[in-house]
């Protein structure tokens, strides 16, 4: 299986600062055949499902602001919000759906300082 | 607009079973493979089961395999978990979810599994 595994656990940012999260797979997650990585990053608020902000690991979801971005390619992944807002007081998943069992991160949890 | 909608959930002893379903609107449910996912009481997402468009396909985590079972009803737009022989540590909300990637979800369906 797939590990996927977030850093930081936790983290505190300033509102109006930038916030960057980190996810690395056990194993790469781009595709070859179509040069694209399956991997998406959900934002989950408390008391609600998860929302999807951004997928093929740098691709925004129509509606998501454009302080979310995504990059990086292979194994090593980062969320950036580029200007922490309140309303972006979350926990953030990556998830890859490169193979199955498909897999998630344990989960950053964002605050602000 | 597309909704999905979880029911099934409730209070089940360990080893008893039970059967989610999740209604679908709003998308071309025969068109969009499917997914269960879970969220164990404050903790993180786990995926659980993914069906393919046209039910043919179908994959577990190891954590269920061979005790849940996903299906679907394209004419009912329906898509369907059923758990056997439960355990504690299925204690969750499940989500139904659209995709991959997983765009859509519903709100959920607490299973509680307690003796």
């Known amino acids: 299986d797939i590990v996927m595994t977030q850093s930081p656990d936790s983290l505190a940012v300033s509102l109006g600062e930038r916030a960057t999260i980190n996810c690395q797979s056990s194993?790469?997650?781009?595709?070859?055949?179509?040069?694209?990585?399956?991997l998406a990053w959900y934002q989950q608020k408390p008391g609600q499902p998860p929302k999807l902000l951004i997928y093929?690991?740098?691709t925004r979801e129509s509606g998501v602001p454009d302080r979310f971005s995504g990059s990086g390619s292979g194994t090593d992944f980062t969320l950036t919000i580029s200007s922490l807002q309140a309303e972006d007081v979350a926990v953030y998943y990556c998830?890859?759906?490169?193979?199955?069992?498909?897999?998630f991160g344990q989960g950053t949890r964002v605050e602000i300082k | 607009q597309v909704q999905l909608v979880e029911s099934g959930g409730g209070v089940v002893q360990p080893g008893r079973s039970l059967r989610l379903s999740c209604a679908a609107s709003?998308?071309?449910?025969?068109?969009?493979?499917m997914h269960w996912v879970r969220q164990a009481p404050g903790k993180g997402l786990e995926w659980v089961a993914v069906?393919?468009?046209?039910?043919?396909?179908?994959f577990y985590a190891d954590s269920v395999k061979g005790r849940f079972a996903i299906s679907r009803d394209n004419s009912r737009n329906t898509l369907y978990l059923q758990m056997n022989s439960l355990r504690l540590e299925d204690t969750a909300v499940y989500y139904c979810?659209?995709?991959?990637?997983?765009?859509?979800w519903g709100q959920g369906t607490l299973v509680t599994v307690s003796s």
């Open positions: 979810a659209k995709g991959p990637p997983l765009d859509y």
């Open positions: 709003g998308l071309t449910f025969s068109s969009s493979g």
């Open positions: 069906v393919s468009y046209d039910g043919s396909d179908k």
């Open positions: 194993q790469t997650i781009l595709y070859s055949s179509d040069n694209k990585n399956y």
């Open positions: 093929w690991a740098s």
């Open positions: 998830h890859q759906y490169y193979i199955t069992p498909q897999t």
